[in-house]
């Protein structure tokens, strides 16, 4: 079974953005931009397009497919 990995954190920190300013540039709640980070919430397709367009990189920058051994 794979699970998600993210670095969303680590874009988020380069580019300058609180959860609070990443939230509002792309329409949701701070505690979303929080439960994903912390890997308790997958986003929608959309929801990875838009964190990517306004952290301008790509979705396979932010998320990773992971194997379970």
Do not use: W, Y
């Amino acid at each position: 079974m794979a699970g998600l990995s993210n670095c969303l954190r680590d874009h988020r920190d380069r580019a300058g953005l609180t959860q609070a300013d990443l939230a509002e540039a792309i329409g949701v709640s701070r505690k979303t931009i929080n439960t994903i980070e912390n890997n308790v919430f997958t986003p929608s397709t959309l929801l990875a397009l838009k964190l990517a367009r306004c952290l301008g990189v790509s979705v396979h920058d932010i998320f990773t497919l992971e194997d379970d051994v």
